[in-house]
């Protein structure tokens, strides 16, 4: 198996724009380094990276240190409780984990990030080599346009001005704008899980094609040669079948713990603007709470998308099934049958499932459960809250009394 080159792969080509995006917000190397074979001049384009990623870490913590002191006065002048600026302290210092998550995976993980594309290239070559309908560079990029550029125009157009409009009142603009930039470049990473995603599909597609050309070619097989030729294709399509899930595991691996971390965050976060979004319901203006409601429907987007577009990878590998069901080899030859039989076993221990490292599950169901988990914290919260604020106006009239 000769090495494909990155250059002749329709999938790289696509993603190579979306790989340019990541790298200006640190999140992946620039694709120059990625994909370039010979590692000249590599060390030092990897220290210029570096150091971009140490400047941008430095200017968080520099923000999030004086957010957090700002949070702080605002809950000693207003005599809160001390859960409220816990949990602000809390949200401050999870953004900086999951940026330092992102940062190391980008300079750390790189080959194995690679190594994947190395494997999506060479699959891709092979799969091509067996499929009779190929789909174009420009029906890929439609695809990929429909699925992924809609949900990044929303993260850039709709994400920064909510996040400045929430951001703390008493930071300078310099520091609202740092705060913004965070909170995109650590959306991206689930954009990036989105676009792994797609890769998966489109190559689970075009393993499919050859599959339903098999089963019409199948109807028209009467030469026992042709019937040799169609198990050779069968078990042919069965192998690549199996790399897309070996693939899979890949980028599960990959993505095990910014996921984790990601999907944490975006719950906490959301669990933290109702919470503000309680405190301050009697200070905020009608624009502010609007804000509030659209950056909460976003959060919950946020959780929607990975989710969906791996349920939708999910559907579509489960079609395999249904095509190998309306396989009609009974009668027509007994080793077809018997490989079509082990096709479906297969097909039926290779259950293909998007996970975090096996702590739960990344799917439409998945989703709803998170929901209602974030829902139950929110109400227990709300509850808390309650207690706290009567338990302060019953002090008060004590002391007036």
Not at 13 to 31: D, G, H, Q, R
Not at 128 to 148: D, E, G, K, N, Y
Not at 191 to 203: H, P, R
């Amino acid at each position: 198996m000769r090495p494909v080159k990155f250059t002749e792969s329709a999938l790289i080509a696509v993603i190579t724009p979306y790989l340019w995006t990541f790298s200006l917000f640190a999140v992946e190397m620039p694709p120059f380094l990625i994909l370039r074979r010979t590692p000249s001049d590599r060390l030092g384009f990897c220290i210029i990276f570096a150091v971009y990623i140490l400047f941008q870490l430095t200017a968080s913590v520099w923000v999030e240190y004086f957010n957090s002191a700002m949070i702080g006065r605002f809950v000693y002048r207003n005599s809160m409780d001390s859960m409220t600026y816990i949990l602000s302290l809390g949200i401050n210092i999870v953004q900086l984990i999951v940026q330092t998550v992102i940062y190391t995976q980008a300079l750390t993980g790189y080959q194995q990030f690679r190594s994947i594309l190395d494997s999506v290239n060479q699959l891709e070559s092979d799969i091509r080599q067996h499929c009779a309908a190929v789909p174009t560079l420009h029906s890929m990029r439609w695809r990929f346009h429909l699925r992924i550029d809609i949900w990044l125009l929303i993260v850039c157009i709709f994400l920064p001005p909510l996040t400045y409009a929430l951001a703390t009142t008493t930071l300078t603009t310099l520091s609202k704008f740092i705060i913004v930039f965070c909170s995109v470049l650590i959306q991206m990473k689930g954009i990036e899980y989105c676009i792994s995603v797609q890769i998966i599909q489109e190559l689970l597609h075009l393993v499919q094609q050859q599959l339903i050309h098999l089963k019409r070619e199948l109807v028209r097989c009467e030469r026992m040669e042709l019937r040799c030729c169609l198990f050779a294709e069968l078990q042919a399509n069965q192998k690549l079948l199996a790399r897309v899930w070996d693939l899979l595991n890949q980028v599960e691996r990959y993505f095990c713990i910014p996921l984790c971390m990601l999907f944490f965050y975006n719950g906490f976060l959301m669990t933290q603007t109702i919470h503000w979004g309680y405190i301050k319901f009697e200070l905020d203006d009608f624009k502010l709470r609007l804000c509030r409601i659209a950056y909460i429907v976003l959060l919950i987007i946020s959780l929607f998308i990975p989710c969906y577009r791996s349920q939708c990878c999910i559907d579509e590998y489960n079609r395999f099934g249904t095509i190998l069901h309306k396989l009609k080899t009974v009668g027509i030859d007994e080793q077809l049958n018997m490989r079509v039989q082990e096709y479906s076993l297969q097909l039926m221990h290779q259950k293909m499932l998007f996970t975090c490292g096996g702590l739960f599950d990344i799917n439409l169901k998945n989703f709803g459960a998170t929901i209602l988990t974030i829902a139950t914290y929110i109400v227990i919260l709300i509850q808390f809250k309650l207690q706290a604020e009567t338990g302060r106006k019953s002090r008060i009239e004590a002391r007036i009394e």
